[in-house]
């Protein structure tokens, strides 16, 4: 794997750090995520990086084996282009149900690149 692809996956595993460390308890309900602006635009700021980064990774190798990566990429066009259609409810899901499985997959390829480092000091 290059450098510019690894590097990509580590802006993802931040990304998604980051995010984490929004929710410390690990409780927030949709409603409380509505209810915070600040949280949102948070949320969404590190969701735009998460597809970026994805993009670039597509860029240097098309075939890259993330299940969801054009649909990644396809919610950050819609975040930074389609900021007016973009719901709280899809967000909410996309948290609860893809992050976690994208956690999974970003995880497994640096471990067996052999560059599984801690990130929570970066």
């Known amino acids: 794997m290059n450098e510019k692809v690894l590097k990509s996956l580590f802006d ?3 990304a998604m750090e ?7 308890s690990g409780k927030l309900s949709l409603a ?4 915070k602006l600040l949280l949102k635009r948070a949320v969404e700021r590190n969701l735009e990086i998460i597809g970026e980064a994805m993009n670039r990774i597509l860029k240097e190798n098309p075939h890259f084996p993330i299940g969801s990566a054009v ?3 396809g919610l950050r066009n819609q975040i930074i282009h ?5 719901s709280d409810e899809n967000i909410w899901a ?3 149900k893809h992050l976690p499985t994208l956690r ?14 801690n990130t929570a000091n970066i």
């Open 12 to 14: 993802i595993k931040i």
């Open 18 to 24: 980051e995010i984490d460390s929004f929710f410390p």
């Open 32 to 35: 409380d995520y509505k209810s």
């Open 71 to 73: 649909r990644i990429i």
């Open 82 to 86: 389609g900021y007016d259609s973009v």
């Open 94 to 96: 996309i948290l609860v």
């Open 104 to 117: 999974r997959e970003v995880e497994e390829i640096i471990e067996n690149s052999g560059h599984g480092i």
